[in-house]
């Protein structure tokens, strides 16, 4: 999955501090994602993206934001008001709806509250 | 929202022994079921996965079976070896892209 690049690996976030994680990708896929994960839980979706200019809210969107004005990047904002933001967070991307197939995932960006 | 339920959370095997993990969900019209390993601090690769239309699947060591009447799923891998050691995650899509994942299976496979 070399074609989903996060950055960075480790992000430190002060009280009260908006801070925005890159996910990109070189695979031409049309859907984008966001989870998030915790320990010994499951990936929870933030947010998704199936098309440019549009997403949609997952389960736990509160107290993030997204955009997605190219097909290649769908970078995440975690605001001050996500009061519980340590986790690692992982981007994945996959073919448009209706094509079934396989979610491809990043590496994931580790962040924590200073 | 799809119910996925996963288990065991744990899981340690004798190395050479069978190592058997099952996900049920709720939803009867999920169409896609992936299996992902997930090794410590890295990203979930996909090892395996299974499409409603089809019972089992199998790539060597690892096998999916699929019961769409009970729903339920299960992974099989055969004759483990310490580098399966990893976190496993089912999950569960119907239609568009979105995927309910299980709460994992941690295995641990003893030298």
């Known amino acids: 999955d070399g074609g989903i690049t996060q950055s960075p690996k480790y992000l430190f976030r002060k009280e009260g501090q908006n801070v925005t994680l890159s996910c990109e990708q070189n695979l031409n896929h049309d859907a984008m994602y966001w989870y998030r994960q915790d320990p010994g839980q499951g990936l929870r979706l933030i947010y998704y993206s199936q098309i440019v200019n549009d997403f949609q809210k997952g389960d736990i969107a509160e107290g993030y934001s997204v955009s997605r004005e190219k097909k290649e990047s769908f970078p995440l904002t975690v605001t001050s008001a996500q009061k519980n933001p340590t986790a690692f967070y992982i981007c994945a991307s996959s073919k448009r709806d209706g094509e079934l197939g396989p979610q491809h995932f990043g590496d994931g960006t580790r962040l924590s509250i200073l | 929202g799809e119910n996925v339920e996963q288990h065991p959370s744990t899981l340690s095997v004798q190395e050479g022994d069978s190592a058997v993990i099952k996900c049920t969900y709720s939803?009867?019209?999920?169409?896609?079921f992936p299996w992902y390993k997930q090794e410590l601090g890295k990203r979930p690769q996909l090892i395996i996965d299974i499409r409603s239309n089809v019972g089992e699947k199998k790539d060597q060591r690892i096998a999916v079976t699929l019961n769409k009447t009970a729903k339920h799923f299960s992974l099989h891998i055969t004759e483990t070896q310490p580098e399966d050691s990893a976190v496993y995650f089912c999950?569960?899509?119907?239609?568009?892209?979105?995927?309910?994942f299980g709460t994992g299976t941690r295995l641990t496979v003893i030298p």
């Open positions: 939803d009867s019209a999920s169409n896609y």
């Open positions: 999950a569960v899509r119907r239609g568009a892209n979105n995927l309910f």
